[in-house]
Every structure is written in structure tokens, then in C-alpha cells.
């Protein structure tokens, strides 16, 4: 099993820029793939961005795009997404996700470990 934590989270205006972590337990990391689904009040967890074993190839909902951007340290175990040019559309619980496999997925029923979640949130 791994376990999932995520940290970055915080309070900031409209443009500002966030960088969110999640530290992944286990041995096995550097094969699993991983993602990033954010759930907004009131909404559906939806996917966000997910990343190959490797780290070699992303990909991105058309909300984000351009905006944000995932990477990984396999070597820290460590998950990144780096939030640019935020926006009061993007205020939610973010969560990163773990899926066994060395591709990834948008749908969230693919993925097996889920971290607890870190709070964003963007004021106008």
C-alpha cells in the first residue's frame, strides 16, 4: 500500500501563484502513476492533471492548461503541481491520487491510494 499526503495549499488573490506537494510512503513509487482531481464547494471531484511512472509524459483538463503545470522527483517521492495565474475558478480541495499502473487516467475510479486533500483558495 502507500499512503498520500498533500501540503501547499493556501489563501491567495486572483494571479498569484501556488506550488502544492504530495509526499508518497512505499518503495514502489517511482512505478506507479499519479494525477491531481480537485473538488470545488458544492461540485463533483473533477480531474485536474496526471502524469506517467516516468514523469515523461503529462496531461491536462483544458481549465488548467497553460496554467498549471505537474511534475515528480522519483527519488523524493514526491508529486508537484505548480499553479500559475490563479483564478476564483480554481478555489477547491485538491487531492492527489496514485494509480498502480505506469499510465494514468482522468477517471478518478482508475486510481487506488488518495491523499486527504489540501485547500485552495483564490479571491478576487
Known amino acids: 500500500q502507500v499512503q498520500l499526503v498533500e501540503s501547499g495549499g493556501g489563501l491567495v488573490q486572483t494571479g498569484a501563484s501556488l506550488r502544492l506537494s504530495c509526499a508518497a510512503s512505499?518503495?514502489?513509487?517511482?512505478?506507479?502513476?499519479m494525477a491531481w482531481f480537485r473538488q470545488p464547494p458544492g461540485k463533483e471531484r473533477e480531474f485536474v492533471s496526471t502524469i506517467t511512472a516516468s514523469g515523461a509524459t503529462t496531461y491536462y483538463a483544458e481549465s488548467v492548461k497553460g496554467r498549471f503545470t505537474i511534475s515528480r522527483d522519483n527519488a523524493k517521492n514526491t508529486l508537484y503541481l505548480q499553479m500559475n495565474s490563479l483564478k476564483p475558478e480554481d478555489t477547491a480541495v485538491y487531492y492527489c491520487a496514485a494509480r498502480t499502473t505506469i499510465h494514468g487516467s482522468d477517471d478518478s475510479r482508475f486510481y487506488d491510494y488518495w491523499g486527504q486533500g489540501t485547500q485552495v483558495t483564490v479571491s478576487s
Open positions: 512505499g518503495r514502489t513509487f517511482s512505478r506507479y502513476a
